[in-house]
């Protein structure tokens, strides 16, 4: 009983954890009901945070932190945990009006079934950091915007786009309509990513953690490229990966 109820914390998607996470949602305007926070704990990380909330007419709570720890999905919440009404979930075009908004070609990730809650909230951190202007994430056999994913982006989660859509392999078809570049990721692929071009408008697809890219969301790339491996470990955590080509990106649209 006790690890079904700790599945579904963990599923909650209206918690927010952690002192960076529950800063970030403060700072980005998500609406949050009630802020609840160890008492005792008053150092001035916090009580900036709490004077944030209470400056936007957050009720703020004190309690005990066994309380805290009953109402945690993460097991490290930091003294404070923020309910809020759960996350809306943008569309496709929100993100491309976003890309439109900024003047930029559109630069999207795409995750095919990542499933690690972790894995996600880092590829949403890094996706906030490098400009990314939306992630897609399918709604079966996926992590979604929990608040284990929001405390694993470190708040950057709050900052993203988030698309969740029904197929993956159609919405890549959709994004190619709409002119992007679809470029995943494959051990064997035919070049590497420093010699293959992703200065346009472009979808970096992200394979699930084991398995990598199902075919039928192989077939929708129009490249693949291979991240080199020059050790003895034959590949790479889904975050690291996707940190890298993001980057990879990045600085081929710098220096073009």
């Known amino acids: 009983m006790e690890n079904h109820e700790q599945e ?19 700072r980005a305007g998500r609406t949050i009901d009630k802020i609840f926070v160890a008492r005792g704990d008053t150092d001035r990380t ?25 109402l945690s999905a993460t097991g490290a919440h930091q003294g404070v945990i923020a309910q809020a009404a759960m996350r809306e979930y943008a569309s496709i075009e929100d993100i491309l009006e976003r890309a439109a908004g900024r003047g930029e070609d559109p630069f999207i990730v795409v995750c095919d ?3 690690d809650p972790h894995n996600l909230g880092a590829i949403l951190r890094t996706a906030e950091c490098a400009g990314v ?28 786009l988030v698309a969740r859509v029904t197929n993956i392999p159609s919405t890549l078809g959709e994004l190619k309509k709409k002119g992007l ?17 992703m200065t346009g408008p472009a979808a970096l697809v992200i394979g699930s953690e084991g398995f990598g890219m199902g075919r039928l969301v192989s ?21 690291a990966a996707a940190a890298i080509l993001m980057y990879e990106v990045v600085r081929q ?3 073009s």
Not at 137 to 145: E, Q, V, W
Not at 228 to 234: D, E, F, Q, S
């Open 253 to 255: 649209r710098r220096e």
């Open 113 to 115: 079934e990542i499933a």
């Open 133 to 160: 202007h939306g992630v897609i994430i399918p709604k079966r056999r996926a992590a979604g915007l929990t608040a284990v994913v929001d405390k694993a982006s470190a708040g950057a989660a709050e900052h993203m």
């Open 8 to 26: 579904v914390r963990q599923d909650r998607e209206d918690l927010i954890e952690g002192r960076n996470a529950v800063a970030e949602a403060i």
């Open 219 to 239: 077939e929708q790339c129009d490249f693949t490229v291979s991240i080199p491996l020059l050790g003895k470990i034959t590949s790479l955590n889904a975050s």
């Open 46 to 70: 916090l009580a900036r945070i709490l004077a944030r909330a209470r400056e936007n007419g957050i009720v703020v709570t004190e309690c005990d932190r066994r309380k805290l720890d009953s």
């Open 181 to 197: 570049w679809v470029y995943g990721t494959a051990a064997d692929a035919p070049a590497d990513l420093w010699q293959t071009k």
